[in-house]
Each structure stands twice: as structure tokens, then as C-alpha cells.
């Protein structure tokens, strides 16, 4: 299915990612909007590792609901306020996708669209069509 690599005429990865990722035609996608640390009931968690941890549980939600595998997780693009979070948001990560390294960009931005998020993750699944 999707083939991940990182060649070797590209610095390697600075964390885990990839840096390209092949998707054969044919192929199902899921595209998932930007999701925030908003538990099932819409109350906001309190602090980045609560928030990641809930952006995850809700990408691997959306990825199940499609019939998917966190495998087939193939691009990620997270948004973050502040630097000073990059180290407990790759933990979280790290815990809830193990060794799978989807490609990934990483912003920091000055504000979400709700003053109380402090990250949000787009992301994109892709499996056999």
C-alpha cells in the first residue's frame, strides 16, 4: 500500500517522520480536518499533553471509523502555539503512533481558532481502494 522512505539524499529525519510517501492509484483516502484536544461531550482539555493526547485518540477514531489502520496514517501537518510544547507533543505522539512515521510538517503559529487550543492536527489515511 502507501510506501514510506526517507533517501539518502536528504537528511534524515530530525524526529520520526518520513519524508515521502508513495500511494498507488487506485488507492481509498481519507482527509480529516484539523483536530483539537475536544473530548466527545465538547469540553476542552486542559494542557498540551491532555490536548495531544486527545487530537490523537481523535485521528485514530476517524482512522477506525473509515475501516483503516493506524498504518495507513500517511501525512500529518500539526499546528502548535508554542515551542515550548514540541518536546511533550512528540512524546504523545511517539506513544500513540509507535514506530509508524507518516510525513510531517510541524508549525508554530501565534493563535488556534479557539484561545484555549493549544494544538491541532490535520492528517490524511490511505488505504487499499
Do not use: W
Not at 530530525?14 to 480529516?32: D, E, K
Not at 503512533?97 to 508549525?107: F, N, Q, R, Y
Not at 491541532?120 to 487499499?128: I, K, Y
Amino acid at each position: 500500500m502507501p510506501k514510506f522512505f526517507n533517501p539518502p539524499t536528504v537528511a534524515k529525519p530530525s524526529s520520526n517522520f518520513s519524508h515521502g510517501v508513495t500511494v498507488p492509484a487506485g488507492a481509498r483516502r481519507l482527509i480529516m480536518s484539523g483536530q483539537v484536544g475536544m473530548r466527545l461531550d465538547g469540553t476542552i482539555c486542559e494542557g498540551i499533553e491532555a490536548q495531544t493526547e486527545q487530537v490523537f485518540d481523535n485521528i485514530l477514531a476517524l482512522i477506525d471509523a473509515a475501516g483503516m489502520k493506524k498504518t495507513d496514517l500517511v501525512k500529518i501537518v500539526t499546528y502548535c502555539i508554542s515551542p515550548d510544547h514540541l518536546a511533550k507533543v512528540r512524546e504523545v505522539r511517539s506513544r500513540k503512533l509507535g514506530d509508524h512515521a507518516p510525513a510531517s510538517t510541524l508549525l508554530i503559529i501565534s493563535a488556534l481558532a479557539n484561545p484555549k487550543f493549544l494544538i491541532e492536527v490535520e492528517a490524511e489515511a490511505v488505504s487499499e481502494g
